[in-house]
């Protein structure tokens, strides 16, 4: 037993006033988090474990407060210890969305996910909050040619393929910036997103939650990297969250409008998320985020004959990306 599971034991006997209580691991977390379920005479409970000189469980903190006030389905914080970065939870179980769903009862889940997802766009409390801004959307897309195409592929691009992708960064940019701005969680699909007996979906990893486009969360949800549904599904969903936005507030843009954003905010979380499944693995040493990359480009390569503003994108990757991602996985 290392130092850090003797604090944690001793943290948990001194609250319960008790050591018979028994820990497993819970999940493993895409950060330096770790997550345990505790068993303690008939209930169990989860801990976060987030080591203070790699991670700052204040923002959990706060902002699960800004969604329960809202009365989003996020775990209670029974006890906390900021100076450790020990956590104990209400524990949601182990029924997450990517593991449940299916073709039967994907439409009543997906409505659910998106029911919730309207619930703390139109109530939670962005005060405070970081802004999706140009700077972050920037940082975010760089992930891209820095540890998916050099570090990872070993492409070194152009100086025309330089500008052509910061041309293309600049527009995805205006376009994010453009939308409504709303509280945004930033990791909306299935693997946080739990299967429980009341007010379903239990959402979780919320943390770094900031206020930003409207569409973002949606993208998150309904282009997930880790399941992929045909395009006329996604769709219907889209709609099926107008359909229900308009219905509790008046909607600020065209239905058009929003589809564009819909579709290049998508394409901005897919560089990024291709970035950060690189440097999981390059950094991290943790493999299994690879296989996830080609499905989450081809979301964007779908977009090719919809946008010609994606033509060189989409060419690129036709063309160059994915025969090199096809020889390295």
């Known amino acids: 037993m290392n130092d850090r599971q003797q604090s944690l034991n001793q943290w948990l006997t001194e609250y319960f006033q008790s050591s018979d209580f028994t820990i497993t691991t819970a999940s493993a977390d895409a950060s330096f988090r770790a997550y345990y379920r505790?068993?303690?005479?008939?209930?169990?409970?989860?801990?976060?474990d987030a080591p203070p000189e790699y991670e700052d469980c204040c923002?959990?903190?706060?902002?699960?407060?800004?969604?329960?006030?809202?009365?989003?389905?996020?775990?209670?914080i029974l006890h906390h210890d900021k100076q450790q970065g020990f956590l104990l939870l209400t524990d949601f179980g182990d029924s997450h969305y990517l593991a449940s769903i299916n073709t039967d009862n994907a439409d009543k889940l997906y409505q659910q996910a998106i029911d919730s997802l309207i619930q703390f766009?139109?109530?939670?409390?962005?005060?405070?909050?970081?802004?999706?801004?140009?700077?972050?959307?920037?940082?975010?897309?760089?992930?891209?040619?820095?540890?998916?195409?050099?570090?990872?592929?070993?492409?070194?691009?152009?100086?025309?393929?330089?500008?052509?992708?910061?041309?293309?960064?600049?527009?995805?940019?205006?376009?994010?910036?453009?939308?409504?701005?709303?509280?945004?969680?930033?990791?909306?699909?299935?693997?946080?997103?739990?299967?429980?007996?009341?007010?379903?979906?239990?959402?979780?990893?919320?943390?770094?939650?900031?206020?930003g486009p409207i569409t973002y969360d949606l993208v998150s949800l309904l282009k997930d990297s880790y399941i992929n549904w045909?395009?006329?599904?996604?769709?219907?969903?889209?709609?099926y969250y107008l359909q229900q936005l308009e219905s509790k507030s008046p909607l600020a843009f065209q239905t058009d409008e929003f589809i564009r954003w819909f579709d290049l905010m998508g394409v901005q979380r897919e560089l990024k998320v291709?970035?950060?499944?690189?440097?999981?693995?390059?950094?991290?040493?943790?493999h299994g985020y690879l296989q996830h990359i080609p499905p989450t480009l081809h979301y964007i390569l779908e977009l090719q004959d919809k946008y010609p503003e994606l033509d060189w994108l989409c060419n690129y990757l036709n063309e160059t990306v994915m025969p090199a991602l096809e020889n390295k996985l």
């Open 38 to 48: 505790v068993a303690f005479k008939d209930n169990t409970y989860i801990v976060m």
């Open 59 to 76: 923002a959990f903190i706060d902002i699960t407060g800004r969604l329960l006030a809202c009365q989003s389905n996020v775990p209670e």
């Open 121 to 211: 766009q139109l109530n939670a409390d962005c005060t405070g909050l970081a802004d999706y801004d140009q700077n972050l959307l920037q940082r975010e897309m760089d992930l891209f040619p820095d540890w998916f195409l050099q570090r990872y592929l070993d492409l070194q691009l152009s100086e025309h393929e330089k500008e052509s992708m910061a041309d293309l960064f600049k527009l995805l940019i205006k376009e994010a910036t453009l939308q409504s701005q709303t509280f945004v969680h930033r990791d909306y699909h299935s693997r946080n997103l739990m299967l429980t007996k009341a007010n379903s979906p239990g959402i979780l990893d919320y943390q770094d939650a900031v206020k």
């Open 230 to 239: 045909p395009e006329d599904k996604r769709l219907q969903w889209v709609n």
């Open 274 to 286: 291709a970035g950060i499944f690189a440097r999981l693995y390059l950094r991290d040493d943790k």
